[in-house]
């Protein structure tokens, strides 16, 4: 770690910290399936899943390494490094999709920081969680909207269609009634003047009979 023929630069290294990402650990949150780098990523990509994250770092001071401390950060959820403790190790649960970058540095009691050592982690969206599915569920929307109202707007016109027929029929109806007892009544009217006219022309009859009988009686 330092150069052992420089005094100087022994001098250097042992007054200030140094800090090494050790492990990533990445776990899937459905099956509990365990997955560890054998070597540290620089960039790191993972799906939606695989959420749950797991940092391990060491940080090595010569002058006291009993009370070296550590300081972490995640750009993208912490603008400000945590406050400075013991623990090595951090993790993550729930990280939502996007672009994260892990910070880690040593320090010493007396505030001496070391070199920032960082990883990249992108976390891809599942996919219901992208644009294309928000596209593809607002066309479903959309559409089920649309059948809705086709299926409103048909069942409206066939009840209309239906009225219409019933009324046609009520009408064809009343006009057949109307019709038979029309002819009804007339049959029943000339009926009445076919017994009329037999009636009166029996009456002219016996008055011409006995117009005749009267006749000759006289002669």
Do not use: C, W
């Not at 899937?28 to 799906?47: H, R, S």
């Not at 994260?100 to 505030?111: K, S």
């Not at 928000?134 to 299926?151: C, E, G, N, R």
């Amino acid at each position: 770690l330092f150069n052992t023929n420089n005094p100087d630069a022994q001098d250097l290294e042992k007054t200030k910290p140094v800090v090494n990402i050790e492990s990533v650990k990445i776990i899937d949150q459905e099956n509990g399936k365990e997955n560890a780098f054998d070597n540290v990523p620089v960039n790191l990509e993972i799906n939606y899943s695989h959420k749950h994250i797991s940092i391990a770092y060491k940080g090595i001071f010569y002058r006291d390494p009993e009370n070296i401390l550590y300081q972490y950060r995640l750009k993208g959820v912490d603008s400000l490094f945590s406050l400075p403790t013991k623990l090595n190790h951090v993790e993550y649960t729930a990280l939502q999709p996007g672009s994260y970058i892990f910070e880690v540095r040593a320090v010493t009691p007396n505030g001496i920081t070391s070199i920032i050592k960082k990883i990249s982690i992108k976390i891809n969206p599942a996919f219901y969680q992208t644009i294309l599915f928000d596209i593809m569920l607002f066309v479903f929307v959309i559409s089920i909207a649309v059948i809705i109202q086709f299926t409103l707007h048909n069942r409206k016109n066939k009840k209309k269609l239906l009225l219409e027929t019933i009324k046609h029929e009520e009408q064809v109806k009343v006009r057949q009634q109307t019709a038979e007892d029309f002819h009804d009544d007339i049959g029943n009217k000339l009926t009445r003047i076919v017994m009329l006219a037999d009636v009166l022309d029996r009456k002219m009859k016996g008055q011409d009979e006995q117009k005749e009988l009267r006749s000759e009686e006289h002669t």
